[in-house]
């Protein structure tokens, strides 16, 4: 299907586990993200990339890490899962630097950390 | 560092009626601004996005403005419907790529 897909929707880990959130796009979009919304803080980025093998830090990466060796697909990695980890994670795309660079966000993956 | 704020938190309106969300940014070196719609429990939509030269953008019932000298934004809806409860954000993009958004404004249309 076209857009954008995230996997798994849901997990539940426990503390120390690794942990893989997959994003997907199809539109060949040249830039990707990765947020977490927080009651309290709203969406904050954690890592973003403008193209394959190119990442960033966002405001808040500690505890991730990013990987982007195809243009389509952005996972994310908790290498050693924390409780305050827990939290809704959004995946989004853009076209780029361009009047086309609106963003659109995958449905999310609940994540909870126990 | 860029802050962006969106006040009122929460507002409720009856239907019909028109109304304003507001969004203000501290830094005015924004590359553009985007309004989107967050329905309980799903994703973000997008609504409208405002390049940093744009004054406004309009979609149907929705129209966005940019100030960048006043570092604001509004998003006006014309004649509100129950369908347009959600959460209303704002997020701005710099010019390094990042995008910073505001925490939302949670608006409920009363039938």
């Known amino acids: 299907d076209a857009g954008i897909t995230q996997s798994p929707r849901y997990k539940i880990t426990e503390t120390g586990r690794q942990v893989t959130l997959m994003c997907h796009q199809t539109w060949s979009h040249s830039y990707m993200f990765w947020y977490r919304q927080d009651l309290g803080h709203g969406l904050r980025l954690i890592y973003y990339s403008a193209a394959a093998d190119i990442t960033d830090k966002g405001e808040v990466p500690d505890g991730y890490v990013v990987s982007r060796s195809k243009t389509e697909n952005f996972p994310l990695t908790l290498e050693s899962a924390t409780r305050s980890q827990t939290s809704v994670y959004f995946c989004?795309?853009?076209?780029?630097?361009?009047?086309?660079?609106?963003?659109?966000f995958g449905p999310g993956t609940r994540l909870t950390v126990l | 560092k860029q802050e962006v704020t969106q006040i009122p938190a929460a507002l409720s309106v009856p239907e019909g009626e028109n109304l304003v969300l507001n969004c203000s940014f501290t830094?005015?070196?924004?590359?553009?601004l985007q309004w989107f719609r967050q329905d309980p429990g799903k994703g973000l939509t997008s609504l409208l996005l405002?390049?940093?030269?744009?004054r406004e953008q309009t979609s149907g019932r929705l129209n966005a403005s940019l100030d960048k000298s006043s570092g604001r934004s509004t998003l006006y809806i014309a004649a509100s419907q129950p369908g347009d409860s959600a959460t209303y954000l704002c997020a701005v993009r710099l010019g390094d790529d990042k995008i910073i958004f505001g925490k939302g404004t949670r608006l409920h249309i009363l039938p």
């Open positions: 989004a795309s853009s076209s780029g630097q361009s009047s086309y660079n609106e963003q659109f």
């Open positions: 405002i390049q940093s030269s744009q």
């Open positions: 830094d005015s070196a924004i590359y553009n």
